[in-house]
Each structure stands twice: as C-alpha cells, then as structure tokens.
C-alpha cells in the first residue's frame, strides 16, 4: 500500500503548528457558508409549531351547543316536561274536537296563543286525573314561556305583556279555584335535621371514620351543613383539581375549612352574574369534638382517596375490600347514590320525615335563626340575595311549636299584675305585667312590694 501524504488528509481550513506537542494540538474547522446555512435552516425545522392563539373556527351548530351547555341540566328537563305536557295535552284535544291546534307553538299568534292557553290551564291534567297544584300549573306556564324564549321568541312574556291579559286572568282565576278547592295545600318541604336526628347518625355509625361509607356519609354531611349546599347539583360540581373547598391554616389560629363558590342557581356567572359577590364560606374546625370536625374528616377523606383520582369529580365509590392507605375507586360517585345520600342515611338511622339532600341546607339555616344570628350573616353563608329566599328555610322547632300551644291552652301559668309605687310628680301608681310599660320620668323614687319578672329600662339624661 503506497504511502500518502499527511497533507492531503488535512481538510481545508484546518491549521497544524508542526512545532506543538501532538498532544496538545488545537484545530479549528470553519465549514463553508452554505453548509451552515442548510444545518441552521434543518434545526429550525425540527422546533415544534407554537400552539395557535385562537379557537378553530365554529359552525352554528356549536355555537347553539355552547348557549344550551350555560342553561343548567334540571332547568332542561325541567322546560322539556313543560314543553311535553302541552303536546301530549293538544294531540289529545285534537282526537277529541274539530277544532285543532297547530302542530307548532312557536308559530302562533299571540292572540292565538293565548286562547289556547287558557283552555290548556283549565284542562290539564296528571296522568292520574287529578289537578295540578296551583304552583305547578304557574311553573308549568312558566316552562312554556321558557320554550319560546330559546326557540326564536326571546321577547314573549305571558305575565307582563298586555296581549296576554285574557290568559292572565284565566290562570289567576283557576289557581283562585283550586286553593279554594283545598289543592295542593300542604306544600312539601324538605325538612331540616333536629339535633336529636344528626346524634342519632352518629350514634348508629352512619356517620363517623370507621369505614369507607361511614366516612364518605360524613364528607357530604358536612359539605352541606357547613357551607349550606343545595341538592344534588352543588355536590356534583365539586371537583378535586381546583377544588372549591381548601384546609387552611395559619399560626396560632384555628384551622379551617373554606369553600369558594363557582357556580350556583343564584349566581350562574354570565352577564347578569358579572357585579356578583361571590359566596366564601369559612368553617373553623371543631376543637371541642375532634372525632366530629368537618376538616379533619375532610383531610381524611382526600387522603385515603387513590393518586389517580379523576380531576374533575370530588366523591368517590367506597371500596368493599378498603386497603391500608386507599377506601375509594377511582370511579366517581353515581348519579342517584349522590341524589340519594341523606335519604338512605336517614332510612338506615330509622329517621321519618321528608329528608332529602336539600334537609342539609334546610338545617343550617334553621339552627342559625333559631339561635338568633342576624339575617345578613345566615345569607352570607346560604348564599341567598334576598331576605324572602332566606326567610324561607325559617322553620319553626317542635319545642317552640309545643310552647305556642301551651300559652294558647293556658298550661303555663300566668304572670300575677304586681302594683309598683312610684313616687313622682309626673306620674300616679302604676300597675305592671311582664310586658314593658313606661312609669314614670327620672328622677323618681321607685318602691317595690313583692315583685318579679319585671324589667326596667332606665334613661339618664336627655333623650
């Protein structure tokens, strides 16, 4: 094999010091201009496209998708059943009469319209035969009116517009008839729970830390005692990434646990929605009981949930075989369990009475009036923006129901009028129950002769 000369093997732009050590030989290679250029132009090609700004473009399909999508699901079914009934009560009419209604709601006339509303609230029935309560018949028309507003008649209201005057007075007079009627008098409510009911839960251990239902009865528990939750939907939204209720504990002060609501049916958000305060409700932990603090079940709780918990559910299935450190699937909470929480409770506990998931939020603010919190703080924790939304959950107690009837029969004995001497220039002997009076003007000299149960108030002083 011919020997070659080093030289040729050297590439251009290389540069050798035949002097240096072979050791410490340096070489530098600059490669041509357009060589670069290529491999700059390969690895800007190999980054990955930034994402795009905007959305992909949508079709009218989906736009009508994402304004159905804000309507809350229970007010769908609820207008469907509405929107139902009529049908199944005009394709009914139509096999009986000669007259017939138009397939079509949406396409008649107000004064048309109106006419055949008021022979439908006059002749509507339950599958049963029996009327409506007066309050659902107005719901009903109401659910109608909704119909129309999201199928093309957005400016239609039956209860103001002067068009619908005659049904107006239709529907008043048949709601006039049937409370007369005694219809629906006794209106269902669900019915708070007494302080002898929720012992009772934990006296059967349908509540406590002892097992995987048992824990998961007391999560829901106090998710809707403390923050005052409604139904079914509220509970449902909870989610675990980004969750609305956070433990928070600061030096030297009481932890506690604190919901921030996201959406509810008193502030869905939205243009309406937009100058709403919204709901925080603070809950301190129970020091006086520690086996029935609400944060410390709530930690629990989250830490024997799995690591692969779905994000966006918060109530998980108990496991029938619990691990050490795992009592729940990684499968969310069925739809009817979670309607049904407080009512198999109650059911497993032999407690009676209407109780459903909405007793929770009944029970808060019940317990709150009852022991004499003003107003504007038990709207703050249920959520409410109107005095009368509140005061409805302003249930009475057996005990205090028990006392009215006591007064009324006269069981408790009455205060005896005690004489009081006052001695004053303005003012004469005076006679006084336990009711206040006013007696007399300071200064005065005031003697009393076997007297109780009385109260002064006393001013010193201008007024």
Same mark, same amino acid.
């Given at each position: 094999?011919?020997?070659?000369?080093?030289?040729?093997? *050297?590439?251009?732009?290389?540069?050798?010091?035949?002097?240096?050590?072979?050791?410490?030989?340096?070489?530098?290679?600059?490669?041509?201009?357009?060589?670069?250029?290529?491999?700059?132009? $390969?690895?800007?090609?190999?980054?990955?496209?930034?994402?795009?700004?905007?959305?992909?473009?949508?079709?009218?399909?989906?736009?009508?998708? *994402?304004?159905?999508?804000?309507?809350?699901?229970?007010?769908?079914? $609820?207008?469907?059943?509405?929107?139902?009934?009529?049908?199944?009560?005009?394709?009914? %009419?139509?096999?009986?009469?000669?007259?017939?209604?138009?397939?079509?709601?949406? *396409?008649?006339?107000?004064?048309?319209?109106?006419?055949?509303?008021?022979?439908? *609230?006059?002749?509507? %029935?339950?599958?049963?035969?029996?009327?409506?309560?007066?309050?659902?018949?107005?719901?009903?028309?109401?659910?109608?009116?909704?119909?129309?507003?999201?199928?093309?008649?957005?400016?239609? $209201?039956?209860?103001?517009?002067?068009?619908?005057?005659?049904?107006?007075? +239709?529907?008043? !007079?048949?709601?006039?008839? @049937?409370?007369?009627?005694?219809?629906?008098?006794?209106?269902?409510?669900?019915?708070?729970?007494?302080?002898?009911?929720?012992?009772?839960?934990?006296?059967?251990?349908?509540?406590?830390?002892?097992?995987?239902?048992?824990?998961?009865?007391?999560?829901?528990?106090?998710?809707?005692?403390?923050?005052?939750?409604?139904?079914?939907?509220?509970?449902?939204?909870? %989610?675990? &990434?980004?969750?609305? =209720?956070?433990?928070?504990?600061?030096?030297?002060?009481?932890?506690?646990?604190?919901?921030?609501?996201?959406?509810?049916?008193?502030?869905?958000?939205?243009?309406?929605?937009? &100058?709403?305060?919204?709901?925080?409700?603070?809950?301190?932990?129970?020091?006086?009981?520690?086996?029935?603090?609400?944060?410390? @079940?709530?930690?629990?709780?989250?830490?024997?949930?799995?690591?692969?918990?779905?994000?966006?559910?918060?109530?998980?299935?108990?496991?029938?075989?619990?691990? /050490?450190?795992?009592?729940?699937?990684?499968?969310?909470?069925?739809?009817?369990?979670?309607?049904?929480?407080?009512?198999?409770?109650?059911?497993? !506990?032999?407690?009676?009475?209407?109780?459903?998931?909405?007793?929770?939020?009944?029970?808060?603010?019940?317990?709150?009036?009852?022991?004499? #919190?003003?107003?504007?703080?038990?709207?703050?924790?249920?959520?409410?923006?109107?005095?009368?939304?509140?005061?409805?959950? &302003?249930?009475?107690?057996?005990?205090?129901? /028990?006392?009215?009837?006591? =007064?009324?029969?006269?069981?408790?004995?009455?205060?005896?009028?005690?004489? #009081?001497?006052?001695?004053?220039?303005?003012?004469?002997?005076?006679?006084?129950?336990?009711?206040?009076?006013?007696?007399?003007?300071?200064? !005065?000299?005031?003697?009393?002769?076997?007297?109780?149960?009385? +109260?002064?108030?006393? +001013?010193?002083?201008?007024?």
């Amino acid at each position: 094999m011919s020997e070659l000369s080093l030289d040729l093997l *050297v590439p251009r732009g290389w540069e050798s010091d035949s002097e240096a050590e072979p050791e410490s030989e340096t070489c530098t290679y600059a490669p041509p201009h357009d060589i670069m250029e290529a491999f700059l132009v $390969d690895v800007e090609s190999e980054k990955p496209a930034p994402p795009p700004r905007f959305a992909p473009p949508m079709s009218d399909n989906e736009v009508q998708q *994402v304004k159905k999508a804000a309507v809350p699901k229970t007010t769908q079914r $609820d207008t469907s059943w509405c929107i139902n009934l009529w049908k199944e009560w005009r394709d009914d %009419r139509n096999s009986r009469s000669e007259e017939q209604i138009p397939s079509d709601i949406c *396409v008649l006339s107000p004064h048309v319209l109106q006419r055949w509303l008021s022979r439908f *609230v006059l002749e509507v %029935r339950k599958k049963g035969g029996t009327e409506y309560h007066p309050d659902t018949l107005y719901h009903i028309v109401c659910g109608i009116m909704r119909f129309l507003r999201q199928n093309g008649k957005p400016e239609v $209201d039956f209860l103001k517009e002067e068009a619908y005057a005659d049904f107006r007075s +239709t529907l008043d !007079a048949e709601m006039k008839r @049937l409370k007369r009627a005694g219809v629906g008098s006794h209106k269902r409510q669900a019915e708070p729970l007494t302080q002898e009911e929720e012992e009772l839960l934990w006296e059967k251990r349908i509540l406590g830390d002892h097992s995987p239902q048992a824990l998961l009865n007391s999560v829901f528990f106090f998710n809707g005692v403390c923050f005052a939750l409604r139904s079914g939907d509220e509970h449902r939204r909870l %989610r675990f &990434k980004e969750c609305q =209720i956070q433990v928070v504990e600061k030096p030297g002060e009481r932890a506690y646990l604190l919901y921030t609501e996201d959406s509810s049916k008193n502030n869905q958000g939205g243009l309406k929605g937009r &100058k709403l305060k919204t709901k925080e409700v603070v809950h301190h932990e129970n020091t006086a009981t520690p086996s029935r603090c609400p944060v410390r @079940l709530f930690r629990l709780y989250n830490s024997l949930c799995p690591k692969d918990r779905p994000e966006n559910a918060f109530y998980l299935q108990p496991l029938k075989k619990p691990k /050490q450190d795992c009592w729940f699937a990684t499968k969310p909470l069925g739809h009817n369990p979670l309607d049904n929480m407080v009512k198999e409770m109650c059911k497993a !506990a032999g407690i009676t009475g209407y109780k459903t998931n909405h007793s929770l939020r009944a029970t808060t603010a019940t317990r709150l009036f009852q022991a004499g #919190v003003d107003e504007q703080l038990i709207m703050e924790r249920t959520g409410h923006r109107s005095l009368d939304g509140v005061r409805s959950y &302003k249930r009475t107690s057996q005990e205090q129901r /028990q006392a009215l009837s006591d =007064i009324v029969n006269l069981s408790i004995p009455q205060p005896k009028k005690q004489k #009081v001497a006052i001695m004053s220039p303005h003012t004469e002997l005076a006679t006084c129950s336990q009711s206040t009076q006013q007696m007399g003007i300071a200064p !005065a000299q005031i003697s009393l002769q076997s007297c109780s149960n009385i +109260t002064f108030n006393i +001013t010193y002083g201008s007024v």
